[in-house]
């Protein structure tokens, strides 16, 4: 869901809750009765808005780079931000409170170029997951990584550099 969604979304609210406030009938502490009263106007009182849906919750994601994976405590070997041209960069992702199973997606850019698409299996709502990405000696500059959840929005993204 969109931001512009969610605040067109809350803006309805507002003006719905607004709406209603206004239709309420004035207390009266005077001790008249309803009839002596004024009667409401119709066109004074804002048409009621539905209730806006409540976002689902979204997944959390983080991110490292190394130059490899602890396979056994599936962990990071090598974690930095630079690497040298030749090597084998891992990006490590934790998700986190994301409805499983579902796939997210590892998407890498070298200089805002999508070099590789890598989708990765998610089978529970705490999951650690990785991709790799050869770079060549040449592919010197910025690299970043996006995780993407099965619709195709950003999670979270990381970024490192090769020299």
Not at 22 to 29: G, K, S, T, Y
Not at 86 to 108: F, I, M, Q, S, Y
Not at 129 to 146: D, H, Y
Request: net charge neutral.
């Amino acid at each position: 869901m969109t931001t512009k969604r969610v605040l067109t979304m809350i803006a309805a609210l507002l003006v719905a809750c607004a709406a209603q406030a206004w239709a309420q009938e004035p207390v009266d502490h005077s001790g008249m009765d309803k009839a002596a009263q004024p009667a409401t106007q119709a066109a004074d009182v804002a048409p009621a808005v539905a209730p806006a849906e409540t976002p689902a919750p979204r997944g959390r994601v983080t991110l490292g780079f190394g130059t490899g994976i602890d396979r056994a405590t599936r962990e990071l070997v090598g974690e930095g931000a630079s690497f040298a041209g030749g090597d084998t960069v891992w990006c490590r992702t934790v998700v986190e409170n994301l409805a499983a199973p579902t796939t997210v997606t590892h998407a890498w850019y070298h200089e805002g170029i999508t070099m590789a698409r890598v989708e990765l299996n998610v089978g529970s709502a705490h999951w650690r997951t990785w991709s790799r990405k050869i770079i060549l000696p040449e592919q010197t500059g910025a690299w970043e990584v996006k995780v993407l959840d099965a619709a195709g929005s950003v999670l979270g993204s990381g970024s490192f550099t090769v020299r």
